[in-house]
């Protein structure tokens, strides 16, 4: 069984989105060995950053994921920037990368657009996240279809490396997580809930029972009073019963059929929420009264990762010919 890989870059907040899309996936399907979590920190230096934001989120981010079920003993559990091999690997992977592949990278045109300062960072960090999954020979990146063209550049990578120096890396493979809830923010139910944005349309984890009751109060409806589950006619209401059967398992149809109205619905996806965030909410606390703990836990992930990632760093420089063959 290959190994699967997941990061998380700690930008924004994590949120109800987060959850149900990546961190659930990866805490129900963790196989000791084979499961490689980590905090992709290294990521978050692409754009303009305050430095003490970016140290406090990795910590936070670290906390989340252990406090919502990433388990150090079934997941290798990581930050980016404690394993000096991703940056290694990284370099010699430029030295294996054509210019216009990194150039047509879509989510670098969208960052890029408006801005007359871009960071070389902000251009190679696709490399940088072919290193991530390379470095683990990772057979399985589950990602959503916005990422494929990063694990596509991955493959590319691999491919070319391997057939001009000797076969050093596992080429990897998309999967495609588990189906998840596509879960949108509540102000603006036509877009994604996302960690940066709409502070009043996103659900996050570490919000309090009334901070996410309000939120969901105050969710945009459609016109109208019936309560139908239809995302192309009526996307609010067919948003919030989106996140009702996520939280509680159900379909939404089904939801739609008991619920008795648009208030009625309201408080019973803002119960189903508090229910779902709650015990994360709570380990999340216990967790960040010993954050010498969280620390722990993730240096002693990277030493495990160091074990693996250190050969793979050893084979690719003796293959492209830094070390004695």
Known sequence: ????????????????????????????????????????????????????AVRRRTLEFATVL?????????????????????????????????YGEVRRMIQFKEKSRDSDRVRVSLLTYPVLMAADILLYQAGEVPVGEDQRQHVELARDIAERFNTAYGRVFTVPRMVNPPVAARIMDLSDPTAKM?????????????????????????????????????????????????????????????AAARSGGYADLKRA?????????????????ELSEDPESVRKIVQDGAIRARLIAGDTVTAAKRAIGLLPA
Request: aromatic content about 4%; some cysteine.
């Open 1 to 52: 069984m290959s190994r699967r890989i997941t990061g998380f870059t700690p930008s924004g907040e994590l949120h109800l989105g987060n959850y149900f899309g990546a961190i659930k996936p990866l805490v129900d399907q963790q196989i000791p060995d084979r499961s490689i979590v980590f905090v992709s920190d290294l990521h978050a230096l692409t754009l303009d950053h305050d430095p003490a």
């Open 66 to 98: 252990l406090a919502a079920g990433a388990d150090p003993a079934r997941s290798i559990f990581l930050v980016q920037s404690h394993v000096p091999e991703h940056t290694e690997l990284h370099y010699l992977l430029e030295s294996a990368t054509g």
């Open 194 to 254: 996302s960690k940066s944005t709409s502070v009043t349309g996103s659900l996050r984890l570490l919000d309090s029972p009334d901070t996410l009751r309000r939120k969901v109060m105050r969710a945009v409806t459609d016109p109208g009073s019936a309560v139908e589950y239809d995302p192309e006619n009526r996307p609010g209401i067919a948003n919030l019963l989106t996140i009702l059967a996520a939280c509680t398992g159900e379909d939404p149809a089904d």
């Open 269 to 285: 996806v803002a119960d189903a929420v508090i229910a779902t965030t709650d015990p994360i909410r709570h380990r999340y606390t």
